[in-house]
């Protein structure tokens, strides 16, 4: 079936350095795919989104490209900072219908002054 | 724009108790969801409203959960009676109607409603 899998937490950065987490899906078709935020104890907020292969999601110095041959949608920001700091889902469309999304476990971010 | 709300943000139980959780949407927004966060997962999708009928539940523990979306528009998720492993938080979300593919892919979550049961 559908699932996303993403590395593992924590990641631990200084200011201003360069963040990638990881994330690969298994999935029919091809499902439009997220990366969703949780900073502390708030919600879930969509981040950035791409539809289609080798599309670009971006938003707030963050970025993800729609990888078909490699199935992946990585996260990246070429300089964090400590208001970074929360858990990151990657997550899919399911491709079955009905809008469902399928989420990873979530990579927890700690970004140090 | 008010965003979804849910309410209560917090609820400590004890096991083989009821409880339940309600969930306002976004205004005009046609899917409900509520989905299931145990602490160090991602969340799961217990079930999904397309107004006011149910449209998968395949996740949902029919045994002991129930939820309803009376009139299409709020939605109440109960547990009864709850056990120790549903613990984790309740998310509640909610997307666009159906016809704007580009946004209705797009789901908006509550703050969650963070249950302990003990």
């Known amino acids: 079936g559908d699932s996303v899998t993403q590395m593992e937490g924590p990641v631990t950065l200084s200011e201003e350095a360069f963040l990638t987490i990881n994330c690969t899906y298994t999935?029919?078709?091809?499902?439009?795919l997220f990366w969703y935020v949780q900073y502390p104890g708030e919600g879930l907020q969509l981040l950035l989104k791409?539809?289609?292969?080798?599309d670009k999601g971006s938003n707030k110095g963050f970025e993800a490209t729609y990888r078909k041959e490699t199935t992946s949608f990585h996260l990246e920001k070429g300089s964090v900072q400590v208001s970074d700091s929360a858990v990151y889902f990657c997550?899919?469309?399911?491709?079955?219908?009905?809008?469902?999304?399928?989420f990873g476990a979530g990579t927890r971010l700690a970004v140090h002054p | 724009e008010a965003g979804v709300a849910q309410s209560p943000r917090y609820k400590i139980i004890e096991k083989r108790q009821s409880v339940a959780f309600w969930c306002n949407p976004i205004s005009g927004h046609a899917t409900l969801y509520w989905y299931q966060q145990i602490l160090g997962q991602g969340p799961k999708l217990l079930i999904q409203?397309?107004?006011?009928?149910?449209?998968?539940d395949s996740q949902l523990p029919k045994d002991r959960f129930s939820a309803e979306r009376l009139k299409g528009v709020d939605s109440t998720l109960k547990i009864q009676p709850a056990k120790l492993e549903d613990s984790a938080v309740y998310l509640c979300?909610?997307?666009?109607?159906?016809?704007?593919?580009?946004?209705?892919?797009?789901?908006?979550f509550g703050p969650g409603t963070r249950l302990l049961v003990l």
């Open positions: 409203f397309q107004n006011n009928g149910v449209v998968d």
């Open positions: 979300a909610s997307s666009p109607p159906v016809g704007q593919r580009g946004e209705r892919e797009t789901q908006y």
């Open positions: 997550a899919l469309l399911f491709s079955g219908g009905y809008n469902k999304l399928i």
């Open positions: 791409a539809t289609k292969a080798d």
């Open positions: 999935a029919t078709g091809y499902p439009s």
